[in-house]
């Protein structure tokens, strides 16, 4: 087994997380940017010029102008004697392998697992605590994700931004037919009946009502753990995953979402170049960054968004929640200024100007923040855009090291589907017969 270098956690009091995480009992809330938290804050860095090595994990900051349009600006303007550095051209494994540490890390709570299987945990119940940060100001789904990681009621990380689900939909093809467009809180059965009105073949051009992805777009949706809660063997078999297979059954059997070549799934491409695919589920952070190629001449089409589908046992869910986040490895030599630069983040002044920007959607449930999502982008004038927030996001079973590889034996069961005729029981069966000797192979090698 090839071992990872661990480093050991910083000598940090742990608090019980239940009582932090749900915010302030006194019913008056205590910002971050308020004279009290700032005079804290002040007291914790004290102002001394510092460089700070910030290490992006699969958060999207991939470039320095990312980095300084949603972390350096916000950080600057209230604390202009620290300067951060985004490390590129190496990973994790390969700095713990040198030694080497960064002093922040931003990741998604899809890959925070991976972080912390690392030895990169810290618990920040402390600097919640002394900072007064109000955790009953975030999303709250975040909040009980974050607290899922904590097994003693550790903070490994405090988030602060947040994707959400939506559908959109080509209100051209919907036109053109004269079918109904989708509404918000529709479920999926809902949806699938639209499609099957709009997959059409019309002068040459073969429209295709739905795209729905690869199948973990419905079953983390649907909140459905790959493991059992000992985490020893695959439960892709559930009545769960036939449930979700069906739906995508359904989906195929329409004629004309096939083609000749059994291709069967297109891509936003296809939805927004093609203008092709009617309707597809997509995160709203992806779609505003693609949304400026619309601005080219001959480009623009009538489209809007809708609330993402829900199952029709769990009206009122969406999709998975789904947010970015920032740690402090231990062993930085820059604890504070840290600190300092996660509490800048998460102020309302720069939640409200990372929100207006559309580059990320703010973490913070306030919705005269969160409403003006894009505002200053000007991208979603005249759409449906606060139709989305219909829905809450849906929780997420517990995270394993499991899940993405398995996610890849679901998705090769719906191409057995499709490409060979099989049924949904036997495409879960080898699904999860895959898992099984892949979670054995890994307890193996771990040993």
């Given at each position: 087994?090839?071992?990872?270098?661990?480093?050991?956690?910083?000598?940090?009091?742990?608090?019980?997380?239940?009582v932090?995480?749900?915010?302030?009992?006194?019913?008056?809330?205590?910002?971050?940017?308020?004279?009290?938290a700032?005079?804290?804050?002040?007291?914790?860095?004290?102002n001394?010029?510092?460089?700070?090595?910030?290490?992006?994990?699969?958060?999207?900051?991939?470039?320095?102008?990312?980095?300084?349009?949603l972390?350096?600006?916000p950080?600057?303007?209230?604390?202009?004697?620290?300067t951060?550095?985004l490390?590129?051209?190496?990973?994790?494994?390969?700095?713990?392998?040198?030694?080497?540490?960064?002093?922040?890390?931003?990741?998604?709570?899809?890959y925070?697992?991976?972080?912390?299987?690392?030895g990169?945990?810290?618990?920040?119940?402390?600097?919640?605590?002394?900072q007064?940060?109000?955790?009953?100001?975030?999303?709250?789904?975040?909040?009980?994700v974050?607290?899922?990681?904590?097994?003693?009621?550790?903070l490994?990380?405090?988030?602060?931004?947040?994707?959400?689900?939506?559908?959109?939909?080509?209100?051209d093809?919907?036109?053109?037919?004269?079918?109904?467009?989708?509404?918000d809180?529709?479920?999926?059965?809902?949806?699938?009946?639209?499609?099957?009105?709009?997959?059409?073949a019309?002068?040459?051009n073969q429209?295709?009502?739905?795209d729905?992805?690869?199948p973990?777009t419905?079953?983390?949706?649907?909140?459905?753990?790959v493991?059992?809660?000992?985490?020893?063997?695959?439960?892709?078999?559930?009545?769960?995953?036939k449930?979700?297979?069906?739906?995508?059954q359904?989906?195929?059997e329409?004629?004309?979402?096939?083609?000749?070549?059994?291709?069967?799934?297109y891509?936003?491409?296809?939805f927004?170049?093609e203008?092709?695919?009617a309707?597809?589920?997509y995160w709203?952070?992806?779609?505003?960054?693609?949304?400026p190629?619309?601005?080219?001449?001959g480009?623009d089409?009538?489209?809007?968004?809708?609330?993402f589908?829900?199952?029709?046992?769990?009206p009122?869910?969406?999709?998975?929640?789904?947010?970015?986040?920032a740690?402090?490895?231990?062993n930085?030599?820059?604890?504070?200024?840290?600190?300092?630069?996660?509490?800048?983040?998460?102020?309302d002044?720069?939640?409200?100007?990372?929100?207006?920007?559309?580059?990320?959607?703010?973490?913070?449930?306030?919705?005269?923040?969160?409403?003006?999502f894009?505002?200053?982008?000007?991208?979603?004038?005249g759409?449906?855009?606060l139709?989305?927030?219909?829905?809450?996001p849906?929780?997420?079973?517990?995270?394993?090291?499991y899940d993405?590889?398995?996610?890849?034996?679901?998705?090769?069961?719906?191409?057995?589907?499709?490409?060979?005729?099989?049924?949904?029981?036997?495409a879960?069966?080898?699904?999860?017969?895959?898992?099984d000797?892949?979670?054995?192979e890994?307890?193996?090698?771990?040993k």
């Open positions: 087994m090839r071992k990872r270098k661990a480093f050991s956690l910083l000598a940090i009091t742990a608090v019980a997380g239940g932090l995480l749900t915010g302030c009992s006194t019913g008056k809330e205590v910002k971050p940017n308020s004279v009290t700032n005079q804290a804050v002040e007291e914790l860095y004290n001394e010029p510092v460089t700070l090595r910030f290490y992006s994990h699969n958060a999207g900051i991939l470039s320095d102008a990312d980095l300084e349009e972390i350096s600006k950080v600057r303007a209230k604390y202009p004697n620290i951060l550095e490390i590129k051209g190496t990973n994790l494994d390969k700095m713990l392998a040198a030694g080497e540490v960064p002093d922040i890390i931003a990741t998604s709570n899809y925070l697992h991976d972080v912390l299987q690392m990169l945990g810290t618990d920040l119940n402390d600097f919640v605590k002394s007064r940060i109000d955790m009953g100001r975030f999303e709250p789904e975040a909040v009980n974050m607290k899922s990681f904590g097994k003693k009621g550790e490994y990380g405090v988030p602060y931004a947040m994707n959400y689900g939506v559908l959109a939909y080509n209100k093809i919907f036109d053109k037919y004269g079918v109904p467009y989708p509404k809180g529709m479920t999926w059965n809902q949806i699938l009946e639209l499609a099957r009105k709009v997959t059409r019309d002068q040459g429209y295709i009502g739905l729905m992805g690869d973990q419905l079953t983390r949706a649907y909140s459905l753990p493991v059992d809660d000992k985490q020893e063997k695959a439960v892709l078999t559930s009545d769960g995953y449930k979700v297979f069906g739906l995508y359904q989906l195929y329409i004629p004309g979402i096939v083609d000749s070549k059994k291709k069967y799934t891509g936003i491409d296809a927004l170049k203008q092709k695919v309707m597809f589920p709203i952070s992806a779609l505003t960054a693609r949304l190629q619309l601005k080219e001449p480009k089409f009538n489209w809007d968004v809708v609330s589908p829900s199952m029709d046992d769990r009122g869910l969406g999709r998975e929640i789904d947010f970015h986040l740690m402090v490895p231990p930085t030599p820059h604890p504070k200024a840290a600190y300092a630069v996660i509490q800048s983040l998460i102020s002044a720069a939640q409200t100007a990372m929100n207006r920007s559309g580059s990320r959607l703010s973490i913070l449930k306030d919705p005269a923040i969160r409403n003006q894009a505002a200053d982008a000007k991208l979603y004038d759409k449906n855009l139709g989305i927030f219909a829905v809450k849906a929780p997420l079973p517990e995270a394993t090291a993405v590889k398995s996610y890849s034996f679901l998705k090769e069961g719906i191409k057995s589907m499709v490409n060979d005729g099989k049924d949904i029981n036997t879960l069966r080898e699904a999860n017969d895959k898992a000797k892949y979670i054995q890994m307890k193996a090698a771990a």
